[in-house]
């Protein structure tokens, strides 16, 4: 059980904007600690998808965006396409276990 | 460009000591924002964080693991290395071992990631 929780999955069709929750508590983003995301294809190692809460690595499309705010973060994907199916983990540091945190996880279906 | 080689037994027998090394290419262990982890998946499951290591030597376990984790790190092989000891059929996971980039006041993220390899725990 992650002490920071995102929903197991999400749905889109082509085109749309989905969201995807990464919610914590006051040890962890409550108490300001950044918040990352990564993308993991099938069969691939994850992948750095944004850092820092709302910043891109080069070569990362800007139809992802981050966002935070108290003890939550949100990654936005905006012109869903097919090749955006994959699995999402959101990432923070807990400051009450001393450990850096995944989120469990949130499969994203493109229909 | 910076890269992660996990290397190690792909099978291991319950109670004993899963051993892996990630060799690091195209830059630098010992640079100041460069910690080294060690991250895990079970099949199916979503990703755990094991530890990380600092090239000065100093690291930081899972409270949930820091009985049975040792990360060690080797400069001058551009290497570390992880140690699990005592596992069982729950340790079996695809291991990946990723640089943590701490910038300024972040507590970092992991960037980039080794292509995995599979340690399967079994008789």
């Known amino acids: 059980q992650s002490v920071v929780t995102q929903p197991p999955s999400v749905s889109g069709a082509p085109g749309q904007r989905v969201t995807i929750s990464c919610t914590g508590s006051?040890?962890?983003?409550?108490?300001?600690?950044?918040v990352h995301w990564y993308q993991q294809l099938p069969g691939t190692a994850p992948k750095l998808l944004i850092y820092?809460?709302?910043n891109r690595p080069s070569g990362v499309p800007d139809r992802f965006s981050g966002s935070k705010s108290g003890t939550s973060a949100s990654l936005a994907i905006t012109g869903l396409q097919a090749e955006d199916e994959a699995d999402y983990y959101c990432?923070?540091?807990?400051?009450?276990?001393?450990?850096?945190?995944f989120g469990g996880g949130t499969k994203l279906t493109v229909l | 460009q910076l890269q992660l080689q996990e290397s190690g037994p792909g099978l291991v027998k319950p109670s004993e000591t899963l051993s892996l090394t990630c060799s690091v290419s195209?830059?630098?262990?010992?640079?100041?924002?460069?910690?080294w982890g060690w991250i895990r998946q079970p099949p199916g499951k979503g990703l755990e964080w094991i530890g990380t290591i600092y090239y000065s030597g100093s690291t930081y376990y899972n409270p949930s693991l820091k009985s049975r984790v040792t990360i060690s790190v080797d400069t001058s092989k551009s290497q570390f290395s992880l140690k699990l000891s005592s596992v069982s059929a729950t340790d079996t996971a695809v291991y990946y071992c990723?640089?943590?980039?701490?910038?300024?006041?972040?507590?970092?993220?992991?960037?980039?990631w080794g292509q995995g390899t599979l340690v399967t725990v079994s008789s």
């Open positions: 990723a640089r943590l980039l701490k910038d300024g006041s972040s507590d970092g993220w992991f960037d980039p």
């Open positions: 820092d809460n709302s």
């Open positions: 006051s040890s962890n983003i409550g108490a300001g600690y950044d």
């Open positions: 990432q923070s540091y807990d400051i009450s276990l001393t450990a850096w945190v």
């Open positions: 195209g830059g630098s262990l010992s640079s100041r924002t460069n910690y």
